[in-house]
């Protein structure tokens, strides 16, 4: 384990944003001071994810992707679980129509759309699901809860890439009966860009409000140079 934690210190997956490299942006800082000071400080988003995937029980339950993308991150993740959980499947789901509707400067409605010959060649433990969170979450709990034979499914490791507020809102709402004590979530756009409150962490904090769900959090990790965010639900 030390020696795939030391390389992937070495493994810098960085988005492009220069304004991005630099924590406790845009007024984030205080939100780090107060509820992320005590977590760990990782350098890249594979050393985020190997802190997050260390502290959950894979075998429990299901690891899932919203927002696949490019697979960037859907193939690290797919390299990490072969390593930790080998057989532990990670599903990813994605529309690759883009953004459904404009989500700050410099990302209007369809950014992040690709065509069919340039969407990802994925690892062999990872599937992919092709719809909106909306259509295609139901459809993908359901075919899991019958392979589950009565056990209750639940989500061991939650990758959340939604970037919309509106999107992790509805995702979160569908995934809520399967959220539960134990389940790991990898925010990837948590804080430190302009407008971070109202993204995926307002969803997030609406979320744990929705009917008085009792819900404890502890954080678990930081990217330094980026966004994300880790917690585990207590």
Known sequence: MKSLESKLKRWQILHTNQENRKEGLFGFDKFIEEALKDTVPCRSEA????????????????????????????????????ALSPGTKLYTIDSFEGLPECWRDGFPRGTFALTEDLRPQLLSNIEQVTGSFEEALPSLLKRLESEAEGQK?????????????????????????????????????????????????KAFSEFLEFKNRKLEVHYLCRNIHHQAVGLKIL
């Open 47 to 82: 050393q985020t994810m190997l802190n997050c995937l260390k502290h959950c029980d894979l075998d429990s339950g299901i690891c899932l992707e919203l927002g696949t993308y490019l697979g960037r991150t859907a193939n690290a993740l797919g390299v990490l679980l072969s």
């Open 153 to 201: 499914l639940k989500i061991a490791f939650l990758h959340i890439d939604c970037d919309l507020y509106s999107s992790t809102r509805a995702a979160l709402e569908i995934l809520a009966p399967h959220i539960v004590s134990g389940t790991v979530i990898l925010f990837d756009e948590f804080g430190n860009y302009p407008g971070w409150q109202d993204g995926e962490f």
